[in-house]
């Protein structure tokens, strides 16, 4: 069956406005429980220098169950084509650290969990899926403390990273059936929109998450979309190839000139050595006479 490419933001975006999909999502990546899932889809407009560009990301309250009961948390997934948007990621967090929802009928701060999506590979990290997780540690005694603060969570996070370009043809576990979506292979053509998914679903989930691609990779409308987002990226991706070249030729041209007066001062000092031997000799002589 063929199925849209859910790395675009207007596939994903359809695939997380789904409630059964969204906390599919959440839930197997974090391997726990989701007791209830509040979705809230944002979109983000680009600056001045990327006019026209839009990015989706998506910010969820999610109940969740714990060993003492449940929490409540703020989950944030953002998807990233390439590097430049680390600023962008930077800028989201720091705006979802000033969030408060109501937790027992109480304004209160919530810890965050984010959830980032990535178009590229981040060098030495080999693995599809990663989670990056704290540790409480007693430095005077050097042990694990098990115990948490609420003060320390909502100050820190936990993050998992999901690196598209590294997902393999594995279809055992109920993350590699989620992964399995994402995998970048098996395009039909070289636009790498729609792809051909071989794999059966079993579950009530995969199956809802397999229909909606197949009808986002299907429906010309919803196709036309796809495009448009690819050429809009492309633009993006040529404009930041023209920017970083012209600044690695800026660098270039003042480390040339710095060598240059480097090379300068370096003539000049002989030149004054030169000169102070010249006048040691001259001295010498005068003093012989």
């Not at 071989?198 to 986002?216: A, C, F, G, Q, V």
């Not at 991706?237 to 660098?251: G, H, T, V, Y």
């Not at 050595?273 to 000799?281: F, G, L, M, N, S």
Request: aromatic letters at 8%; one cysteine or more; charged letters at 35%.
């Amino acid at each position: 069956m063929v199925i849209a490419n859910p790395i675009y933001d207007v596939v994903f975006k359809r695939l997380m406005e789904n409630e059964k999909v969204a906390k599919f999502f959440v839930s197997t990546l974090l391997d726990k429980e989701i007791i209830s899932l509040d979705v809230q889809p944002q979109e983000f407009t680009y600056n001045d220098q990327l006019v026209g560009i839009r990015v989706f990301r998506l910010d969820f309250v999610a109940l969740i169950k714990t060993e003492n009961g449940h929490q409540k948390i703020l989950i944030e997934i953002q998807k990233a084509k390439n590097q430049i948007d680390l600023m962008r990621f930077r800028n989201y967090l720091a705006e979802q650290y000033k969030k408060e929802d109501k937790v027992e009928g109480i304004d209160s701060t919530l810890p965050i969990t984010t959830i980032y999506i990535l178009g590229f590979n981040l060098p030495k990290i080999n693995t599809a899926c990663v989670k990056v997780e704290r540790e409480y540690i007693d430095l005077i005694n050097q042990q694990i403390i098990t115990e948490r603060s609420d003060f320390i969570e909502k100050l820190t996070h936990d993050c998992y990273v999901v690196q598209v370009e590294r997902i393999k043809a594995n279809y055992k576990t109920q993350l590699d059936k989620l992964l399995s979506f994402f995998e970048q292979s098996y395009f039909v053509d070289a636009s790498e929109i729609v792809k051909e998914y071989n794999h059966e679903p079993t579950e009530e989930e995969t199956k809802l998450m397999r229909d909606i691609l197949h009808h986002s990779g299907t429906n010309p409308k919803e196709k036309k979309l796809i495009e448009i987002e690819k050429e809009a990226w492309r633009s993006v991706n040529a404009m930041f190839s023209k920017e970083k070249k012209a600044f690695q030729q800026a660098i270039e041209e003042k480390d040339q000139a710095l060598e240059e007066k480097d090379q300068a001062l370096e003539e000049k000092a002989k030149a004054l050595q030169e000169k102070d031997r010249i006048i040691k000799e001259l001295k010498d002589k005068l003093n012989k006479q």
